[in-house]
């Protein structure tokens, strides 16, 4: 019997092109690894339409908030749908930027220093000498993302503007100079280094993420071999703290400025990261021996309830 995989993808967070992308994508493969796939663009009748349609798995291939903070994972807890990724405890504590830092710093992760304030303080005076980095504490696809460099008169004020969409709360921290990294892990196993060149941006935001050609993917990352272990056991680490399920994605920096040892930070962790034909954790996958069809067919096969 074929198995039915609901694709959810959509949803109504900023980060719905992505979502869009990805899920297609995502559709696309599995159909041609023999499943049978419905789209769901996903509202908020959402439960209604899942217990109609009755799918073997749901594939959640949704971004952000709703997404990926525990919220659309409770609904297929009560539906006693089986699903990706990870559960409802863990998403919701990955995706809070602050409390993710605590879970990782007493899983004894290295980290910069950081502090959460509301984005009108962030934005009528620095709260960190510069340089520093301002976030919204549960975002992704680094939407509403400043980095604010030593010579900044004053700090970023599109934080004081009254369309901002990313939430009151911020998270301010200490900018960490050096190489953009990140590693996936897949199951148990943490999966090869990748180091990010973002083409012509100022750090991997969102047009680097998404528009073909705005960055350079460098797999295996050219780095020390005990760095390279160090990544991979920060990554292990984190999705374990958190009791990620399935795929996730950790991303660092490395400063290696002052000789090769050089410090290695742990920014966060991505419990839905991206499905794009130009995503990180495809790129990864694939540089790990599994294509993307196989990538997809492992985390349907891996779904289920009380994640």
Known sequence: MTTHVAMLMGGFSSERPVS???????????????????????TRDIATVLKDLAPDVAFNALHGPFGEDGTIQGVLEFLQIPYTHSGVLASALSMNKNRAKIMARAAGIGLAESRLVHRLEAGRAHVMAPPYVVKPVAEGSSFGVFIVR?????????LMRTDWAFGDIVMVEAYVHGRELTCAVMGDVALGVCEIRSNDHAFYDYDSK?????STHIIPAELPKAVTAR???YALAAHKAMGCRGVSRSDFRYDDRFGEGGELVWLEINTQPGMTPTSLVP?????????????????????SCGR
Do not use: K, N
């Open 20 to 42: 869009l992308s990805s899920g297609e994508a995502c559709a696309d493969a599995l159909e041609a690894e023999g499943f049978r796939v419905t789209r769901v663009d996903v």
């Open 150 to 158: 030593e010579d900044h008169a004053h700090p970023p004020q599109e």
């Open 231 to 233: 990544v991979q056991e």
């Open 210 to 214: 998404y528009a073909p050609g705005g």
């Open 283 to 303: 790129d990864i996958a694939r540089a790990a021996g599994h294509s993307f069809g196989e990538l997809l067919t492992w985390m349907v096969e891996d779904a």
